[in-house]
Nanobody, 120 residues
Framework: VQLQASGGGLVQSGGSLRLSCAAF????????MGWYRQAPGKQRELAAT???????NYADSVKGRFTISRDNAKKMVYLQMNSLKPEDTAVYYC???????????????WGQGTLVTVSS
C-alpha cells in the first residue's frame, strides 16, 4: 500500500494551492483520511481530517481557509488551501487509516510529503 501526495509548490501570501493524495495497492477499506503538516523545526501537526462518511475536522489555524474532501471510489483525499499565509509553510503529509484485508485490523499509512512554501 502506498499513499502518493502531490500539488505542493511555491505560492505568494494570499494565494491558493490544492493538494491531492491517492492510495494505491491492495486496499479492502479506508476509514479516516487526513492531512498533517510539519514546519521547519516543529513537530508534525494535524491540519484536517475527514471520515469515510464525510465528517471533517480542522485545526483552528486553518479553519475557514482550508477545505478537505475525498473521493471514496478513487481512494483519494484533497486539501484545498486558500488565503495562504507564510506560517502555512510546511511539508504536508497525507494519512489514511485502512485495512488491507477484512480479517486484518486498521493501520495508519503515510504519504511521502509534499512541500508547500508561502512567500510574504
Amino acid at each position: 500500500v502506498q499513499l502518493q501526495a502531490s500539488g505542493g509548490g511555491l505560492v505568494q501570501s494570499g494565494g491558493s494551492l490544492r493538494l491531492s493524495c491517492a492510495a494505491f495497492g491492495s486496499i479492502f477499506s479506508i476509514n479516516d483520511m487526513g492531512w498533517y503538516r510539519q514546519a521547519p523545526g516543529k513537530q508534525r501537526e494535524l491540519a484536517a481530517t475527514i471520515t469515510s462518511g464525510g465528517r471533517t475536522n480542522y485545526a483552528d489555524s486553518v479553519k475557514g481557509r482550508f477545505t478537505i474532501s475525498r473521493d471514496n471510489a478513487k481512494k483519494m483525499v484533497y486539501l484545498q488551501m486558500n488565503s495562504l499565509k507564510p506560517e502555512d509553510t510546511a511539508v504536508y503529509y497525507c494519512n489514511a487509516e485502512l485495512q488491507t484485508d477484512r480479517l486484518l485490523g486498521w493501520k495508519d499509512y503515510w504519504g511521502q510529503g509534499t512541500l508547500v512554501t508561502v512567500s510574504s
